[in-house]
């Protein structure tokens, strides 16, 4: 059973406003449910728990009801996030464990503010868990990045090659992620902000994923019109 976690806990005080960010309406529907879809779509998934902002839990029933998802063939689950990522992560994984059971079950999370996640992406996450244990999907860094000790100066240069930008999805064997985390101490934990950091933190191999430029993640006001322009992109290409 594979079971994607949409992660969208945060309040989005970046973006500003009254609504954060996987709120905001990109082409005619909120964000998170575009990312939802993205999964639904993918025929890959077997259900789907919406992580949110406990104020917003009843807000994103009613937006499921109004698009026609709450009732259907695809369950879709919504529940209140934690104060952090990591808590989120926690409460995902102990809803799969509660609702599905985690023996053999794949957990793909996802940022909730990531809408244009691709089949193809998925499908390597689900694989590459399934094989490896634990995937990240990332992209090769086209800037130079310098590591500072001190925040003032700068320490090393590590090689281009060597560089890469995470993002989402990331996807574990559920039971496999369950065990390190009972493994660690709570605050080991809290110090780590994502599935992925658990893996690495108990020495465990994370294969990557072949992510996209255009899977950005929805954070300050300029990202929606670029969401917006690549909505528009996508929508030319498949008029082609």
Do not use: W
Request: glycine residues 10%; charged residues 20%; proline residues 5%.
């Amino acid at each position: 059973m594979v079971i994607a976690a949409i992660l969208g806990g945060g309040t989005g005080s970046r973006m500003g406003g009254e609504l954060p960010k996987q709120f905001l309406e990109l082409g005619g529907e909120a964000v998170i449910l575009r990312s939802l879809r993205a999964f639904i779509g993918s025929g890959l998934v077997d259900a789907a728990v919406l992580l949110v902002p406990e104020s917003f839990v009843s807000y994103t029933e009613g937006l499921l009801e109004e698009a026609g998802l709450r009732n259907g063939a695809f369950p879709v689950s919504v529940l209140p996030g934690g104060a952090t990522r990591s808590d989120t992560l926690a409460l995902a994984l102990e809803f799969t464990e509660r609702r599905y059971g985690l023996e053999g079950t794949i957990l793909i999370t996802h940022d909730a503010a990531r809408p244009f996640v691709t089949r193809r992406m998925i499908r390597e996450n689900i694989d590459g868990a399934k094989r490896y244990g634990a995937v990240n999907t990332c992209v090769p860094a086209t800037d130079t990045v310098f590591l500072s000790e001190d925040g003032s100066f700068i320490s090393s240069v590590p090689p281009r090659k060597n560089v890469f930008h995470a993002q989402t999805p990331q996807t574990f064997r559920a039971e496999e992620l369950h065990g390190l985390i009972e493994a660690m101490s709570p605050a080991e934990f809290a110090a780590l902000t994502d599935g992925c950091s658990v893996f690495t933190h108990a020495g465990r191999p994370v294969f990557m994923a072949r992510g996209e430029e255009t899977n950005i993640k929805i954070t300050y006001p300029g990202d929606m019109k670029r969401a917006a322009q690549i909505l528009r992109d996508l929508a030319d290409a498949g008029d082609e």
